[in-house]
Nanobody
């Protein structure tokens, strides 16, 4: 069966850090454009950061997270990470990992909130 599992969420103080992991069974992630999306309570789902297939290697970051978040791949572990630093209260929400198997750039995937396969999400809370 096919599974996408996000992990690494939790509760941190403002200015803290978390590293989210997106692992997949039944997929080889390096062939896919992979994106991290988040949805805060009462708000629209937004693209946070996306990364194209390994052969292309392009990345995209939402303006709100530039300079604070970093997306990366570890193909040996079939995992995509989102390192989140300097977390703010506006970063709270459920973070989802999504895969797109068609022709898609990282920018297009994130801006269009486009994904073919989605995980169940991991909660991120920022509070003192």
């Amino acid at each position: 069966q096919l599974h996408i599992v996000e992990s690494g969420g939790g509760s941190v103080q403002p200015g803290g850090s978390l590293r989210l992991s997106c692992g997949a069974s039944g997929f080889t992630l390096d062939y896919y454009t992979v994106g991290w999306f988040r949805q805060a309570p009462g708000k629209e789902r937004e693209g946070v950061s996306c990364i194209s297939s390994t052969s292309d290697g392009n990345t995209y970051y939402a303006d709100s997270v530039k300079g604070r978040f970093t997306i990366s791949r570890d193909n040996a572990k079939n995992t995509v990470y989102l390192q989140m630093n300097s977390l703010k209260s506006e970063d709270i929400g459920v973070y989802y990992c999504a895969l797109h198997g068609g022709i898609s750039t990282a920018q297009h995937m994130c801006i269009m909130t486009r994904g073919d396969y989605w995980g169940q999400g991991t909660q991120v809370t920022v509070s003192s």
